[in-house]
């Protein structure tokens, strides 16, 4: 059966600190992979979707950035937080021809 | 990406059925109409999609317009782990985006 990893659950970082979080999905190939932001009492932004390695299609202009280094590892990064940056962070996947994404656990990131 | 508009907020009883609308008047074609909801701090889990006709399965039903330009979610006896989020969401079909756009979606209270 194929599960999705992410960590760290919570994360508190201070205003211009890096970021680096991790999403690995295991017992499929070739997933699509996405990353999405909530803001708190808002509905969820897709902020970056790759279909493949080293494939990434970003949605909104940010200071964020993500990777695909591995056929199943997803990693969004910052080189410097912003208060704004604060929310929670999910990773989800889906089989290429997209008929339900699964999402992970999701991460809580905290900009102070 | 073609747009939905759902109420804000619903309420229901406990073992009672719930019709959440959605609509969605300027689908194409090729639209799927999907079904997400979001638990409180989890991420969102898949419902249910379809195309034309009316689905079922073990969560819920999908009534889908003959014109197409709205839906309904019938969940038939509402629970109280069915409070949460629900999100009605277009996708384009095969050869379209693969990628999911979430709008705000109904927040559902069961009352016991």
């Known amino acids: 059966s194929q599960t999705i990893h992410q960590w760290p659950a919570t994360l508190v970082q201070p205003v211009g600190s890096p970021l680096s979080l991790e999403c690995t999905v295991e017992g499929t190939s070739n997933p699509n992979l996405y990353w999405y932001r909530q803001a708190a009492g808002r509905g969820l932004q897709l902020l970056f979707y790759s279909v493949g390695i080293g494939q990434i299609s970003s949605e909104v202009p940010q200071n964020l950035s993500a990777s695909r280094p591995q056929d199943r590892q997803f990693i969004l990064s910052s080189k410097k937080l912003l208060l704004s940056d604060s929310g929670f962070y999910l990773c989800?996947?889906?089989?290429?021809?997209?008929?339900?994404?699964?999402f992970g656990p999701g991460t809580r990131l905290t900009v102070l | 990406d073609a747009k939905t508009t759902q109420p804000n907020s619903m309420e229901s009883n406990e073992e009672e059925p719930v019709h959440l609308p959605c609509n969605h008047s300027?689908?194409?074609?090729?639209?799927?109409i999907h079904w997400y909801r979001q638990l409180p701090s989890q991420g969102p889990e898949y419902v249910i999609h379809g195309l034309t006709s009316n689905v079922n399965n073990r969560m819920a039903s999908l009534a889908i317009a003959e014109d197409r330009k709205s839906s309904t979610l019938i969940l038939h006896r509402a629970t109280l782990r069915d409070a949460a989020v629900y999100y009605c969401?277009?996708?384009?079909?095969?050869?379209?985006?693969?990628?999911?756009?979430f709008g705000k979606g109904t927040k559902l209270t069961v009352n016991p």
């Open positions: 969401i277009l996708r384009g079909g095969w050869g379209g985006s693969e990628k999911l756009v």
């Open positions: 989800a996947w889906s089989y290429p021809v997209v008929n339900e994404q699964f």
């Open positions: 300027t689908i194409s074609g090729t639209d799927y």
